[in-house]
T-cell receptor
Framework: QKEVEQNSGPLSVPEGAIASLNCTYS??????FFWYRQYSGKSPELIMF????GDKEDGRFTAQLNKASQYVSLLIRDSQPSDSATYLC???????????FGRGTSLIVHP | DTGVSQDPRHKITKRGQNVTFRCDPI?????LYWYRQTLGQGPEFLTY????????KSRLLSDRFSAERPKGSFSTLEIQRTEQGDSAMYLC????????????FGEGSRLTVL
């Protein structure tokens, strides 16, 4: 069983809409959660990290963590065509230094 | 530029040849990671260094793969007797903070095995 699950998509949303990206994980001891964005042909770059249950907002991005249900999500408000990319969820167990990545969800924002 | 740099960016080799990739992390980062990524997949963990010590290696990693980080600075990843299944993007990342914190990725080294 894969440790970090993401729907590969593509998720297609119109410009200005809210994009919702989801991620589930299997290790209940996970403590650090990350969302990376990867443009085609480029390397991943961090968008947000979250450690505690609840919501964390940064500009148009909101990360949501629910440890009881073992899922983490990323909301992108007012989606722009420049947001079109693959979004990678990464999860790091407590006591481990190794983030495990999901396969990523492809997001397409069309004008 | 003080980011993570990798060399070479592209490598084409014939099956059975050895290849070596180099990674220069951000200078103050003592933690260095190698990941491998194939099309449509997320980065897959290969190995991890804290300073010069290789602390963890993926169980899935063949013994044809070896990595070093002499003096805790740059790192090399060598693949011996390459196979077509080794074709992938090899990503190096470094990090400053212990349990959390951002992984800073290099641009990657793309390997094509013919």
């Amino acid at each position: 069983q894969k440790e970090v699950e993401q729907n590969s998509g593509p998720l297609s949303v119109p410009e200005g809409a809210i994009a919702s990206l989801n991620c589930t994980y299997s290790d209940r001891g996970s403590q650090s959660f990350f969302w990376y964005r990867q443009y085609s042909g480029k390397s991943p770059e961090l968008i947000m990290f979250i450690y505690s249950n609840g919501d964390k907002e940064d500009g148009r991005f909101t990360a949501q963590l629910n440890k009881a249900s073992q899922y983490v999500s990323l909301l992108i408000r007012d989606s722009q065509p420049s947001d079109s990319a693959t979004y990678l969820c990464a999860v790091q167990p407590g006591g481990s230094y190794i983030p495990t990545f999901g396969r990523g969800t492809s997001l397409i924002v069309h004008p | 530029d003080t980011g993570v740099s990798q060399d070479p960016r592209h490598k084409i080799t014939k099956r059975g040849q050895n290849v070596t990739f180099r990674c220069d992390p951000i200078s103050e980062h003592n933690r260095l990671y190698w990941y491998r990524q194939t099309l449509g997949q997320g980065p897959e963990f290969l190995t991890y260094f804290q300073n010069e010590a290789q602390l963890e290696k993926s169980r899935l990693l063949s013994d044809r793969f070896s990595a070093e980080r002499p003096k805790g600075s740059f790192s090399t990843l060598e693949i011996q007797r390459t196979e077509q299944g080794d074709s992938a993007m090899y990503l190096c990342a470094s990090r400053e903070i212990d349990f959390g914190g951002e992984l800073f990725f290099g641009e990657g080294s793309r390997l094509t095995v013919l």
